[in-house]
């Protein structure tokens, strides 16, 4: 929510007091009983919490009120606290959000009656805010809105990647369907056009853009180049180009043009800093277009394109253009930001320890939106890929060598679909990932890491157990013992034991002898044990013994694959307090009290 700056409005003693009582919840706040200066706290707050009966409410603010764009925000709420409404700018002033958050803190009743927040779907007016696109309607808004809210038939174009295009894929209507390029609409079919796009389409149907800012401009010219004309030019070449300048994301040039007005002026009129580079940076680039005058002058052989190209980490979308402006010349080229084009991409998702609600919100999307999936099926529950898509391709890749993998990733990766690689826990502990990053790198394709929880925070939890005690053991150690994979010496368990630490091992429960031993060199024989196998799993397991009898208990019950070692003091441990709840202990939140002599 974006900071509000409340004005809390009451006319009676009982209001008074729960005003001050919202004050003491630590929501930010000014309280006035009867201000008889409304018109002037009106023009200084942007949002207003009255307390009382809704039709003095609705007295108060009559005569102020604009349009939902300028309006603040007001909600209401009765003297007993018992429901909180939202009145006016639900949306775009954030009245429906901040009623939310009130009436959590307070416990009231939230009372929303916008339609789109009543029906579920979503506040069009305010996505561009929540996702920081720029909004463009080529029609009426309200008409748009009306038509939406009332589930007309409704075509979603995605001509970007990023969190909010990746939360619309997830959360269509049932009166909405998505689309990923123009050439698949039929507007035949459909009252209005939502895209998320940087690009500019001729359509015939009503439509609302929202502007992601993906687009990165590199730009060279001459020295003196007349700032207005400079700018219109620009601003005409990129929509010529079916470009938004709305969706600019950066722009920038070579250094020793870091004080032309003309660039400067530009990136102020766009709200965007300038951004300069040298020579060696530049010259690293391979462009298409390169120039002897040009690298003699600032040491790259282009400027234009080697900007757009640093910038967003991507090849060029449109390649230097020249163009004059009366007697002086300057030239442009366009990228898109690498991690937000709608292209072949592969995000490597956490799945967790097991149980499929313990994915990420952000996992749980990826695998909504993806066209393959493909899963280590021998340590990955099937019931994660449930979330796929009608369509998806679910593969497992527990037969599967490297280069299988690989192969078949790109296969998708090759025609612009979207991959989920679908490790268990978090990817980056004993993921097996670096491997597949290595050949992706090699074959330049795109791919990201959305994290995971780990099986050994799985197992705290299963244990109930905070795995550090204060002044005791502060630390963690996560690793595995030496099997067919050599450790590293100075990694050995017996020498890792030294410090008693809580210790996760992984990987291990086959030398479930080896292990034991090593750990009894500094490990007392009576250290608390946790053998833990599918933690989180519908068959989960879990035996706490002693690690004199850790092999013992991992051969009687036939244990070797999905299974996690836990040892040390803290398994079950409830000694020892944090300094961090002392009542004599200060922070930046609380002040401790005072001992007296």
Not at 381 to 406: N, R, W
Request: glycine share 6%; charged share 20%; net charge negative.
């Amino acid at each position: 929510m974006n900071q509000k700056k409340l004005y809390i409005i009451m006319h009676s003693d009982e209001g008074e007091k729960l005003g001050n009582r919202i004050l003491s919840l630590g929501i930010e706040g000014v309280l006035f009983r009867s201000p008889n200066n409304f018109e002037e706290l009106w023009k200084e707050s942007n949002a207003f919490l009255f307390i009382g009966a809704m039709g003095i409410c609705v007295r108060t603010i009559a005569p102020y009120l604009k349009d939902k764009f300028t309006d603040p925000a007001v909600i209401n709420m009765d003297t007993k606290a018992r429901f909180i409404q939202s009145v006016l700018s639900g949306h775009v002033g954030g009245a429906n959000e901040l009623t939310i958050d009130l009436s959590n803190k307070i416990g009231a009743q939230p009372v929303i009656t916008t339609v789109s927040d009543c029906n579920k779907l979503w506040s069009l007016d305010t996505l561009a805010n929540r996702f920081n696109w720029k909004m463009e309607c080529h029609h009426s808004l309200t008409g748009i809105t009306a038509a939406f809210v009332n589930r007309r038939p409704t075509a979603l174009l995605l001509e970007a990647r990023d969190e909010g295009a990746l939360f619309l894929e997830t959360s269509l209507p049932d009166h909405v369907k998505v689309f990923y390029t123009t050439i698949e609409i039929d507007e035949s079919k459909f009252d209005i056009i939502i895209a998320v796009s940087p690009f500019i389409h001729e359509f015939r149907k009503p439509v609302l853009y929202y502007r992601p800012a993906m687009l990165c401009l590199g730009l060279g010219c001459q020295k003196g180049i007349d700032s207005r004309l400079f700018s219109t030019q620009v601003s005409r070449l990129l929509n010529n180009n079916k470009l938004s300048v709305l969706a600019l994301r950066h722009v920038g040039t070579v250094d020793i043009k870091s004080d032309e007005h003309a660039l400067i002026q530009f990136a102020d009129v766009i709200n965007l800093p300038l951004q300069t580079f040298g020579g060696g940076i530049l010259s690293q680039y391979d462009i298409p277009n390169p120039s002897n005058k040009v690298e003699s002058v600032t040491g790259s052989k282009g400027v234009a394109e080697a900007v757009a190209m640093h910038l967003s980490k991507n090849e060029l979308y449109l390649e230097k253009t020249k163009e004059q402006v009366e007697d002086k010349f300057f030239t442009m080229a366009i990228a898109i930001e690498k991690s937000m084009e709608r292209k072949g991409m592969v995000e490597i998702v956490g799945a967790g320890p097991g149980d499929p609600e313990l994915v990420s919100v952000r996992g749980k999307r990826f695998l909504q939106t993806a066209d393959l999936i493909l899963y280590a099926g021998s340590l990955v529950p099937k019931e994660l890929t449930h979330y796929a898509k009608s369509g998806c391709v679910v593969k497992s890749s527990a037969g599967m060598d490297l280069e299988t993998q690989i192969e078949t990733m790109k296969s998708f990766y090759d025609r612009g679909l979207f991959i989920v690689r679908l490790h268990t826990g978090d990817p980056c502990i004993y993921g097996a990932i670096q491997e597949q990053m290595a050949r992706m790198d090699e074959l330049n394709m795109q791919y990201h890491i959305t994290p995971g929880i780990s099986s050994f925070q799985a197992a705290a939890a299963a244990l109930q157990s905070q795995f550090t005690i204060p002044e005791e053991v502060q630390s963690i150690i996560l690793t595995r013992g030496e099997g067919l994979t050599p450790m590293p010496e100075k990694e050995q368990l017996h020498k890792l034991a030294q410090s008693q630490s809580t210790m996760c091992i992984y990987l291990s429960a086959s030398i479930a002898d080896k292990v034991q031993d090593e750990l009894l060199v500094h490990y007392p024989s009576d250290t608390p044990v946790a053998v833990c196998y599918k933690l989180s799993w519908k068959d989960e397991k879990i035996w706490k013994t002693t690690l004199s009898q850790l092999a013992q208990t991992i051969e009687e019950n036939n244990l070797s694959m999905t299974t996690m070692i836990v040892v040390g003091k803290a398994i079950g441990n409830r000694s020892g307090e944090s300094k961090l709840y002392h009542h004599q202990f200060t922070h930046a939140f609380r002040k401790g009290l005072e001992v007296k002599e």
